[in-house]
């Protein structure tokens, strides 16, 4: 039983991780890859303010929200000069430069990590709490990003995402949006942070590097990019699939490499069958007394 | 003093090549302005740095009489100055009305708090945006495409709606970059018609265009640029007499 709450407990913190990175790449065309690093500072300001300070575990994933939002500052200030390729070149620099960081100094444990973070809850029950409160805040988060997607903002950030330089000459204010996007989906990656925290009791720097990038990436384009419910998809299929492989009893030969190579092969496969993902963008809610032209299909 | 748009003295430069050089105009209410000029003249570069979209090595940019040299685009097009683009730049993966309705001068749910905190504001004040966008397509003939993807509608029509969106701003100001080039047909007419009504409502217009006969039909003035700088200014039927000017477009 503990085993299937561990996986729904990861499968909820990675629902919010990839939708909040795919409200960032997908619907404001931000490309950032550093998502991790804000999942990072999430998890680290969450277990460092329970052992010095001893925070409630929601208090202090909330603080872990905070600081993940603010540092967002360091990828959507750079966001006002440099876009696309030069971006995801900017945020790789940023999560790499700020993981170095996090490995070389004292108070979070260098290489080998922070251990000894408190757990809220003890006793028979904690997976099953861990894995409702996971899944309630992964359901929430979905709903909020949804939310605004879907109404005029997310016009507005469509238009934008669609061509920056004629939204900005029709009176609009890309910057702030821009701010606002980062904030908001970084943070969500540090609320994903605290739980992981609290849940494992123990945060590692390797967890955060370029390979987890991928394996968020690939959950939003395996999924749909720029679809609210894709990245749910994507997120609970790249978490069960390497888990059923398991089920398989292949020699540990073959079955390492092979879930290592599961996620590089699907986004290949993807791109070339299906590079709108799993689920098609839906698109804003309708205007009153309108329907939207047809969407589906590859852009 | 009745000048809606004043250029002081503007200059610029990428490297060597020069844009700008010293322009002064003055662009009036109910004017419309013709500026011409060959390929690479620095016709719209003239846009881009009254837009904002870059900024100039030298001089000043008046609107009302008001510096907005240093404010930046996005408040230059609040202030009331509205352009399209030779290229249309629409929001590809948006309907014809979506468009349009992210294009008025203040947008509600621009602040994410307005979203939270006013949600019936912002619901009006996208009904009311809703309102103008058809009023302005049922003008310009096209409110049977209002809920096509814009990448769905024939490329006539895709200018109009770039004019159409730029009329969403209400604005003193409204800079058309050839809105006439690859449009035909009724879509020609209706242009022809939509920017002569502007006009006529007291907006000052200027136009970049190669298409002369439509110069000929709607300009009230026209501008020749050169290399960045005027080189004449005056009536259109002055400037099409002129012989430096057909020597220069057509070769001595």
């Given amino acids: 039983m503990d085993y299937l709450y561990s996986i729904l407990i990861l499968v909820g913190i990675y629902v919010v991780l990839a939708s909040s990175f795919n409200l960032i790449i997908g619907n404001a065309g931000l490309v950032s890859i550093a998502h991790p690093i804000f999942f990072a500072l999430g998890a680290y300001t969450a277990g460092l303010t329970a052992i010095h300070f001893g925070l409630h575990a929601i208090v202090a994933t909330l603080a872990g929200a905070v600081v993940a939002a603010l540092f967002s500052l360091m990828m959507s200030l750079p966001s006002l000069r440099v876009s696309g390729d030069y971006l995801m070149i900017t945020s790789i620099g940023f999560q790499l430069g700020l993981l170095q960081v996090i490995k070389n100094v004292e108070f979070t444990g260098s290489q080998g990590g922070l251990s000894n973070i408190p757990t809220p809850v003890t006793g028979p029950y904690r997976g099953l709490v861990y894995s409702v409160v996971s899944l309630a805040i992964a359901a929430a988060v979905v709903w909020m990003i949804r939310w605004i997607v879907r109404g005029p903002y997310g016009r507005a950030i469509t238009a934008m995402r669609d061509d920056e330089l004629a939204f900005l000459a029709l009176g609009r204010d890309a910057m702030r949006i821009k701010i606002v996007i980062f904030a ?77 190579m599961l996620f590089t092969l699907l986004v290949i496969v993807f791109m070339f069958i299906r590079p709108q993902g799993l689920i098609s963008p839906e698109g804003p809610t309708p205007l009153p007394g309108h329907r939207h032209g047809n969407r589906s299909g590859p852009r | 003093m009745n000048a ?35 390929n690479g003249a620095g016709k719209t570069s003239l846009f881009n740095l009254i837009s904002g979209v870059v900024p100039p090595d030298a001089g000043d940019i008046r609107l009302n009489g008001v510096s907005i040299l240093a404010r930046p685009p996005y408040q230059r097009a609040r202030m009331g100055i509205a352009r399209t683009w030779q290229q249309m730049r629409l929001f590809r993966t948006m309907t014809v009305l979506e468009n349009m309705v992210v294009a008025p001068r203040e947008y509600a749910a621009e602040s994410i708090l307005n ?58 100001c409204l800079l058309l970059d050839e809105p006439m080039a690859g449009v035909e047909g009724q879509a020609y007419d209706t242009m022809k018609a939509v920017v002569r009504q502007e006009a006529a409502a007291g907006r000052a217009v200027c136009v970049v265009e190669h298409n002369i006969s439509f110069i000929k039909d709607l300009c009230t003035s026209a501008v020749f640029m050169s290399f960045g700088a005027i080189l004449e200014q005056g009536s259109v039927a002055d400037l099409l007499a002129s012989k430096s000017l057909a020597e220069l477009y057509f070769g001595p």
């Fill in chain 2, 115 to 172: 979203l939270v905190f006013k949600p019936g504001a912002v619901r009006r004040a996208d009904e009311i945006a809703c309102e103008q966008a058809m009023r302005i397509l049922e003008r310009m003939h096209l409110s049977q495409c209002a809920d096509s993807l814009v990448t769905d509608i024939p490329f006539g029509q895709q200018k109009l709606v770039g004019l159409a969106r730029a009329l969403m701003n209400d604005g003193p």
């Fill in chain 1, 184 to 260: 908001v989906g970084c943070g969500l990656a540090g609320i994903a942070g605290g739980l992981y925290a609290f849940y494992y009791q123990y945060v590692s720097p390797e967890q955060f590097e370029i390979l987890a990038s991928a394996a968020m990436l690939t959950m939003v384009v395996v999924g749909g990019m720029g679809s609210t419910l894709g990245p749910v998809v994507g997120a609970v299929l790249l978490i069960a699939l390497p888990q059923a492989i398991t089920f398989l009893e292949l020699p540990p030969g073959i079955m390492a490499p092979l879930q290592g």
């Fill in chain 2, 4 to 38: 809606v748009l004043t250029l002081d003295g503007l200059c610029k430069s990428f490297g060597g090549i020069v844009v700008a050089d010293h322009i002064t105009l003055e662009l009036e209410r109910g004017q419309i302005l013709g500026l011409i000029g060959p």
